[in-house]
């Protein structure tokens, strides 16, 4: 069989479209920077249409901006699986979005879209043909990324000895713990008019955070082993593409979670915006079985770290709790948790939870909101709440209370689960205020005193027109949910 390169092309294009493009843009060579997740597929064939070699691989490859790369791969082949390798090369970029990627037997043609977050690539050479593609990795994936039920599928061949016999079409499920087990694999295989089914579990690993590359050993219940492959493509871990092997058998392919990604069930506690829970912030998890019914407020001061049966930790630390019911939970982050990503476990009673990967900014404010009009938490002149028919006016100082503020200067010690220090606590990050897109005069946005994880805003009402507008607060260039403050001029 002829030599196969992981990363060669084909795709042959005519000249450059010249039709006007609405909405066009341009390519250039530094459209693929970065690492990206790239999987490939070579086939050798005779003259006669048969099979004689295949070549499958997954991996990793790194664009310098300037036409060169580097990669790293892991490859199946119809003679051996699991083999490692690396190859570098260079690339070159037109205007139009095409180009070429060479290697030592290259150059071979390229095709790149989604703005330089994907390419296309394909080629032949010595009787066999290629294809490939490619998608930006996440920059930073933890072994809790992988969690929940993926659906997946695939597409493969079959062997007796080295010889091909047969493809075959992959679909099934796979559940992951966030903590390093697949708890279930389920799939189903079609080749020719065979179908085989395969029930399996094992273990798996993120082999680094910077690189979201990881593999799985699964068995099944015969005691067949399928090592697997796998490149994290999506930040929040939705999806990933995988190449696995088999009893003379060889597949690669895309899953996706069958739900919703467990990481987009831990949100900021007042906008209920994935993503958005930095450290000292109110926070909330959604899910099932999280604690006892019907739920349980804390009520005291520090708050507890077990409420009822529910405990939270966030790496291990645990996480002051405000409530806990079976199917939200309410805690505050904890103030020295490092931004990035975090691995997120619940345990009601003597059950954990999967794991799961949520991110953690330095600063991230969500505004709290009240009744059914998204009207935020706003406290008039003389202590009245904002409302329909209880406006602030122009001029008026307001005070409006929010979460994720982030670092802040103490007026005293600051500690996780208990109140927050009285006086004078400002965030230390660069932050604005604006009603209906008026810049307000900000007087303060800091720690509400006496309080967890509250923060307030003190400005005072723009000039706007009478009636209910958008109120936004921006800290360290993250604006928060839009909630309405009700003004009379």
Not at 79 to 92: C, I, P, R, W, Y
Not at 320 to 347: D, E, R, S
């Amino acid at each position: 069989m002829a030599k196969l390169w992981l990363f060669s092309v084909v795709f042959t294009l005519g000249h450059a479209f010249a039709q006007p493009q609405i909405g066009g843009g341009t390519c250039s060579t530094a459209s693929l920077t970065g690492n990206y997740a790239a999987t490939f597929t070579g086939r050798n064939v005779s003259s006669s249409g048969t099979f004689t070699g295949l070549f499958q691989s997954i991996g990793a490859v790194n664009f310098d901006g300037q036409g060169n790369f580097t990669s790293t791969y892991v490859v199946n082949t119809n003679s051996v699986a699991g083999q490692t390798g690396k190859a570098n090369g260079t690339v070159s970029i037109s205007s139009n979005c095409s180009g070429t990627i060479t290697f030592p037997n290259g150059p071979y043609n390229l095709v790149v879209y989604n703005q330089g977050k994907s390419y296309l690539s394909s080629g032949a050479d010595n009787g066999s043909t290629y294809t490939s593609t490619g998608t930006v990795l996440p920059a930073a994936c933890l072994t809790a990324s992988l969690s929940g039920v993926y659906a997946f599928n695939a597409n493969g061949y079959v062997f007796s000895g080295t010889s091909i016999t047969g493809v075959s079409a992959v679909t099934g499920l796979i559940q992951f713990d966030g903590q390093g087990n697949v708890t279930a694999a389920n799939w189903s295989m079609t080749a020719g008019t065979t179908t085989t089914t395969v029930a399996a579990s094992g273990t798996y690993t993120v082999n680094s955070p910077s690189s979201c590359l990881g593999t799985a050993t699964l068995a099944d219940t015969k005691g067949n082993a399928y090592p697997l492959s796998f490149a994290i493509t999506n930040a929040t871990g939705a999806d990933f593409d995988l190449l696995a092997s088999g009893p003379q058998l060889t597949f690669t392919g895309t899953a996706h979670n069958a739900f919703l990604n467990p990481s987009q069930s831990v949100s900021n506690g007042a906008s209920f915006k994935a993503g958005l829970t930095p450290p000292g912030s109110i926070f909330s998890i959604f899910g099932e079985n999280l604690g006892a019914a019907p739920g349980a407020d804390a009520g005291v001061l520090p708050l507890p770290g077990t409420l009822e049966s529910a405990h939270v930790t966030v790496n291990g630390e645990t996480a002051p709790l405000f409530y806990a019911g079976p199917g939200q939970i309410n805690a505050q982050m904890p103030i020295n948790i490092p931004p990035g990503l975090a691995t997120v476990v619940v345990t009601n009673g003597t059950t954990k939870s999967n794991a799961v990967a949520a991110n953690i900014p330095e600063a991230a404010p969500g505004i709290f909101i009240y009744g059914t009009g998204n009207h935020a938490v706003v406290i008039n002149p003389g202590g009245a709440t904002n409302a329909n028919g209880i406006p602030a006016h122009v001029g008026d100082v307001v005070v409006a209370y929010f979460t994720g503020g982030g670092p802040v200067t103490a007026s005293g010690p600051w500690t996780t689960g208990d109140a927050s220090p009285l006086g004078s606590s400002p965030v230390t990050s660069s932050n604005s205020v604006t009603v209906n897109g008026a810049a307000a005069q900000v007087q303060y946005v800091g720690l509400s005193g006496g309080l967890v994880g509250l923060y307030q805003a003190n400005f005072v009402v723009p000039q706007v027109t009478a009636g209910n507008h958008p109120l936004v607060i921006t800290v360290n260039g993250v604006a928060s949910n839009s909630a309405a403050i009700t003004v009379a001029e």
